[in-house]
């Protein structure tokens, strides 16, 4: 049997799909374990190795993965399963929570609940960041290369809202005629790197330009001629980061003309968003997402509920489920954030919908601030040691090693985890569980990302 290298011809057939978009199969010439992006369930692939390791091979198929949504698919990274069919990614999404439930978390027999769709799976997404590209005909804006920082410009994206392209094309050609130059991530060198947009439900828009410098230069002009070809924009700012680095976001953003937040809602419940706030990019499924969790930290609950919210954002999870709340009263909200802009925005949320609870919001590290209580009053540690419920919504990588324990030692009866890593919330899980003395009752996956490598969960842990 000749060695399997690089460039060797293989087959092989495909028994799994991987959320990132890869089939999993076994080499039929030596039995090694095979990833090939684009391969379906069942299929028997021919392709070339272009990657070997002592343990698995990266191959690429003879037929390439397409989309008749999008043309320069799979070529651009946005995007990992648009080569299959809606209800088959929901499928494999599922698939994943339950691999990770299981692997990770020893949860053989874990209570998992039927999927919940996206209400809509193309142009649903409100928010863009977009990479600037110069060619031929001048500045481009895109996403990057899958597996690299080069940037692919598209005219269009399957998954966002109109209105984000629409300004996007309207400020390239003003911009275009300032002849600025493009960052370069090698070098450190030109203007311009990224491009954010924002567009609410009412079709209302904010946008801001990064740049490698201490601002972009002619701004308020700039924006001013974006505002008079596209009135939907109402908000304009620059943002500075001369740091070499990928990280966009990371230094001052400043207003250069229009309003300070962009108005926004989920369900009933308004928001006012900063730049850099986090706000779910799918206002379809994110009623849904709260729904659910609203659903696991409310049913059951005849008196009024003490609420937790950790990793709160602008408020949006605590405020509306106390704007929906109609049978059981929400009597207290304590949220934390890491953010300064997030906290102001969440006292502000509680103001302009109304909310009747005891609200308290706090910024710093939730870990820190929950553990010892650090500048907090004695109303606020009397609400966060008589708390009833926690909702936990952590970034990608999971919660802070303090916030079980914390959490544990409260006589808070329900946790309602929220995720956004299905990896992460199975390693938390089992401190939970195995440490703490809480119980995993139910999970249930929302799809938030139509066609995305991404998947988010609702999980619900009661203590014993």
């Known amino acids: 049997m000749a060695e399997i290298t690089k460039n060797s011809r293989i087959s092989f057939r495909i028994r799994d799909v991987s959320i990132d978009g890869s089939g ?20 028997t692939v ?31 990274g946005g995007c990992s399963l648009l080569h299959f069919p809606y209800e088959k990614t929901l499928e494999i999404k599922a698939g994943h929570v339950r691999d990770c439930l299981e692997r990770i978390g020893g949860l053989k027999n874990a209570n998992i609940e039927p999927i919940i769709p ?27 290369r899958r597996n690299s920082h080069d940037v692919i410009v598209s005219g269009g994206c399957f998954c966002e809202k109109p209105l984000l392209r629409k300004i996007c094309g309207e400020l390239l050609e003003i911009l275009n005629g300032h002849r600025f130059t493009v960052y370069d991530e090698e070098t450190g060198k030109g203007l311009l790197r990224a491009l954010m947009i924002r567009v609410s439900t009412d079709e209302k828009a904010m946008v801001c330009v990064s740049v490698n410098g201490k601002d972009l230069p002619d701004a308020l002009n700039i924006a001013g001629g974006l505002m ?11 943002h500075s980061n001369t740091s070499k680095t990928n990280t966009i976001f990371d230094g001052a953003f400043t207003l250069a003309a229009g309003e300070k937040t962009l108005t926004d809602h989920i369900g009933g419940a308004v928001f ?93 590290d939730a870990g820190k601030v929950l553990s010892g209580y650090a500048g907090l ?54 401190k939970f569980r195995e440490e703490l003395g809480f119980e995993l009752d139910k999970v249930t996956p929302v799809d938030m990302f139509p066609f995305e490598g991404h998947v988010e969960c609702v999980t619900l842990m009661t203590k014993k």
């Open 377 to 430: 009053d004695g109303e606020t540690v009397s609400i966060i040691r008589n708390a009833d419920v926690a909702v936990v919504d952590p970034p990608r990588k999971g919660l802070d090693d303090r916030i079980p324990g914390v959490i544990a030692s409260l006589p808070v009866k329900k946790v309602v985890y929220v995720s956004c890593n299905p990896a992460t919330l199975a390693r938390d899980i089992v």
């Open 118 to 144: 996206s209400p809509m799976t193309k142009a649903y997404r409100n928010k863009a960041i977009y990479r600037f590209a110069e060619g031929k005909n001048g500045l481009g804006c895109g996403f990057f």
């Open 228 to 238: 008079k070809r596209v009135p939907a924009v109402v908000s304009f700012y620059t």
């Open 272 to 364: 006012e968003i900063a730049p850099e706030s986090f706000f779910q990019v799918n206002p379809y499924a994110t009623v849904k997402l709260y729904d659910k969790a609203f659903e696991y930290a409310l049913e059951g609950e005849n008196s009024p509920v003490s609420l937790l919210d950790i990793y709160c954002g602008i408020g949006t999870i605590g405020i509306y489920f106390a704007k929906k709340a109609k049978n059981v009263m929400i009597s207290n909200i304590f949220g934390v954030d890491y953010t300064d802009a997030a906290i102001s925005e969440a006292a502000k949320a509680v103001n302009a919908n109304g909310i009747s609870a005891n609200c308290r919001y706090v910024a710093g």
């Open 46 to 76: 021919t392709g070339t190795v272009i990657k070997k390791t002592g343990s698995y091979i990266v191959a690429k198929s003879d037929s390439k993965a397409s989309s008749e949504h999008c043309p320069v698919y799979p070529m651009c």
């Open 24 to 43: 999993i199969g076994v080499c039929e010439e030596n039995g090694m374990t095979v990833f090939c992006f684009g391969a379906h369930r069942g299929e």
